[in-house]
């Protein structure tokens, strides 16, 4: 299996600007979770999903934020407009149903790196 | 309410020492636990996890951790370091309720020749 896959790896883009980050999570898990790391904050969850329905968006700092799962091999988080306090690195992490109907093990992707000017 | 302490933002170590990272939780449910480590510019990685089964849990990479109910503590150990150890690493929580694992705030290892 390739992994979780995130795309870009890399993005820079000036303040204002809409930004799409994109996840592939792996085959046949049923959660998929985006956090945003930073020095200042750690690691943040923004919001995840089961089975493409979103459970907690709690994290999702304002409404400049937006995360869908449009299927069970695609999710997309948007941010428009963008600010520079937005700069980190976002991941994405799928899982499968673990014990007690909550998820397991979380399989994190390699982020994606965003730079806000 | 579940929540996890670090209790060392940064270790040093030399090569070929011991590696000792500490981690205390709370929890309302028996919790389960995890270790995972990120080398830089990478994703997370699990290292190990704790699901009230055996207290010592074997990881990756030589790395072990013991769950100890009475000191609510569930530390990670190595009885030798690597260069190749010089990474971050998280403790981390389950939720068993609502999805959500509740990261620590990191320990950043450095392992000196």
């Known amino acids: 299996d390739a992994g979780v896959i995130q795309s870009p790896r890399h993005e820079v883009t000036e303040m204002g600007q809409e930004v799409t980050l994109r996840c592939k999570p792996i085959s046949g898990h049923d959660y998929l979770f985006w956090y945003r790391q930073t020095m200042m904050r750690g690691l943040e969850l923004l919001i995840y999903f089961n089975n493409n329905v979103p459970i907690d968006d709690s994290g999702m700092p304002e409404d400049r934020f937006s995360a869908k799962m449009p299927n069970a091999s695609f999710s997309t988080l948007k941010i428009q407009p963008s600010e520079p306090r937005d700069s980190a690195v976002y991941f994405c992490a799928s899982s499968l149903e673990g014990l007690a109907g909550g998820p397991w093990e979380q399989f994190f992707g390699p982020g994606t790196r965003l730079t806000v000017l | 309410a579940q929540s996890v302490t670090q209790l060392d933002s940064h270790v040093s170590v030399s090569e070929g020492t011991p590696v000792l990272l500490r981690c205390n939780y709370s929890?309302?449910?028996?919790?389960?636990l995890f270790w995972y480590v990120q080398h830089p510019n990478k994703g997370l990685q699990l290292l190990l996890k704790?699901?009230?089964?055996?207290?010592l849990v074997k990881g990756i990479n030589g790395f072990e951790a013991e769950f100890k109910k009475s000191e609510t503590s569930f530390h990670l150990t190595k009885p030798s370091a690597h260069m190749s150890d010089a990474a971050e690493y998280f403790c981390?929580?389950?939720?068993?309720?609502?999805?959500?694992?509740?990261f620590g705030q990191g320990t950043e290892l450095s392992v000196k020749p």
């Open positions: 981390v929580v389950s939720v068993w309720q609502g999805g959500k694992l509740i």
């Open positions: 704790y699901t009230s089964a055996a207290t």
């Open positions: 929890s309302s449910y028996s919790p389960s």
